[in-house]
């Protein structure tokens, strides 16, 4: 298992950025890791090269017809150490994407070890500043060249890497202000709404774009079918805090299972909260405010982590939560999360995995 993956080294390494003009996902490391799979052969040819442009054909499927799916995580460096957060979590997910798409499943203990042995060659690219992260993109796409539907014969895997700053830049703690979409959806039950596959962002681009010129950061999603049950926001799930409990919609086929989630709900209990799946309309939201009971609003993510919701508008009615400000389980949370991420707390759930040095 440990063996030595194959390693093509470049020429000339790149120059890194200075840590403190980091963004989000802009630059990219000396290299990445590659596997392919031919009906023939399987998945085969598992190899870490250079970073730089590939090869497609113009008639590739993916491009047609949008085999494609992603993951997203992140390694940490903390003292002389890389560390992944859950990284299995993440395997397991893109092969639940993979085989809704009918793309062929890989081998995840396989992959986890490419991944580590990519990310030890590239260990000096992750950046140590406060909210700063190495970003990990693997993702999967259909190769084969042709125009006929069916599902293709060739795919290619790739993990890209990306040195990158706090998602919205800055304080990764500023509430935002989200526009509940009355008109467009995301995804349905029975749909591909529950698989990270890339169609999905596509989908909500429009509504985005119009939310973004209308001053708001995000959507919230509501159902498919009756538009009146709350599911999740651009690329967070969504929580709520009503009467001191953490509240946030159960997994229902639309909704994207989060691992950001799955650990904050598990984090929540840790801590002593009451939690809560279930389904939330959104008139019962309005109606809790109203009351005084809805205390906190946040999203939650790999790329922000835990991200405070400021201010809903659901068609014309504007509510403000908690005052414009991150509430204290928000923030206890935020807390209790990004320090067992970064090494600065114990981690007795056993999420933290280290890169070994090869
Ligand atoms: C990736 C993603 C999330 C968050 O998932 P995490 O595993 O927590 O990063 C939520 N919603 C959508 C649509 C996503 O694509």
Request: charge should be negative; aromatic fraction near 10%.
């Amino acid at each position: 298992m440990s063996d030595k993956i194959q390693f093509q080294q470049r020429e000339q390494l790149k120059e890194k950025p200075d840590q403190s003009s980091l963004t989000f996902g802009k630059v990219f490391t000396d290299y990445m890791l590659s596997f392919e799979y031919s009906i023939d052969k399987g998945w085969h040819d598992l190899k870490i090269i250079p970073y730089g442009p590939i090869e497609l054909s113009p008639a590739a499927q993916c491009i047609h017809y949008g085999q494609s799916v992603f993951e997203g995580l992140k390694a940490y460096k903390h003292d002389d150490e890389v560390v992944l957060f859950r990284p299995e979590e993440n395997f397991k997910r893109i092969n639940m994407s993979l085989s809704r798409l009918k793309m062929p499943e890989v081998d995840e203990a396989l992959l986890l070890e490419g991944l580590k042995q990519l990310i030890d060659i590239e260990r000096d690219w992750v950046p140590q500043g406060e909210g700063q992260s190495l970003y990990i993109r693997p993702y999967v796409f259909a190769t084969q060249e042709g125009l006929g539907v069916h599902p293709s014969h060739e795919y290619r895997l790739l993990i890209i890497l990306s040195p990158s700053g706090s998602y919205y830049g800055g304080d990764s703690l500023r509430p935002t202000k989200i526009y509940v979409e009355d008109e467009y959806v995301r995804a349905v039950r029975g749909g591909v709404g529950y698989a990270k596959v890339a169609g999905n962002y596509a989908a909500s681009l429009l509504a985005q774009s119009n939310a973004n010129s209308e001053g708001f950061d995000q959507v919230l999603w509501l159902d498919g079918v009756e538009q009146k049950y709350v599911e999740e926001v651009g690329s967070m799930n969504i929580f709520f805090v009503i009467d001191g409990k953490v509240v946030t919609p159960e997994l229902n086929g639309s909704i994207l299972p989060g691992i950001t989630r799955k650990t904050v709900l598990e984090l929540a209990k840790t801590l002593g909260y009451e939690v809560d799946e279930r389904r939330v309309a959104i008139d019962e939201l309005y109606q809790y405010h109203k009351e005084g009971r809805l205390q906190e609003v946040f999203g939650t993510g790999t790329a922000a982590v835990i991200s405070p919701v400021g201010e809903l508008q659901f068609k014309d009615e504007k509510i403000v939560i908690n005052d414009n400000q991150t509430g204290p389980i928000t923030q206890k949370l935020y807390d209790n999360y990004t320090g067992i991420q970064s090494g600065k707390l114990e981690d007795p759930h056993g999420w933290r995995v280290v890169v070994p040095k090869y």
